[in-house]
Nanobody
């Protein structure tokens, strides 16, 4: 069973930054596309950003373009999400997810494994 463990969330003021990490168990991390999703209180889970297996391509939701950056270190089985210029509306639980098919699409149902989430709270 593949396990994903997120870390790095916390309380930050608007305009601040955080770096979220997600470590993935197993030996086939480099075959997975990875994604980050988030769920704000009272809202449905939404796609944030995804990255290809080798890290060569990535794409983000319009709401975070230019502020959030995804990256990965396959040697460390880890994917990162750098979140800058945080806004109040970025407050959510952030989840990383693994797509074993390696496609990295925005639809949550295409991801096979999920972490438990890390909470990001943005204050004014």
């Amino acid at each position: 069973q593949v396990q994903l463990v997120e870390s790095g969330g916390g309380l930050v003021q608007a305009g601040g930054s955080l770096r979220l990490s997600c470590r993935v168990s197993g030996r086939t991390f480099n075959t997975y596309a990875m994604g980050w999703f988030r769920q704000a209180p009272g809202k449905e889970r939404e796609f944030v950003v995804a990255i290809s297996k080798n890290g060569g391509s990535a794409y983000a939701a319009d709401s975070v373009k230019g502020r959030f950056t995804i990256s990965r270190e396959n040697a460390k089985n880890t994917v990162y999400l750098q979140v800058n210029s945080l806004k109040l509306e970025d407050t959510a639980v952030y989840y990383c997810a693994a797509d074993v098919a390696g496609l990295g699409r925005s639809a949550s149902e295409t991801y096979h494994y999920w972490g438990q989430g890390t909470r990001v709270t943005v204050s004014s």
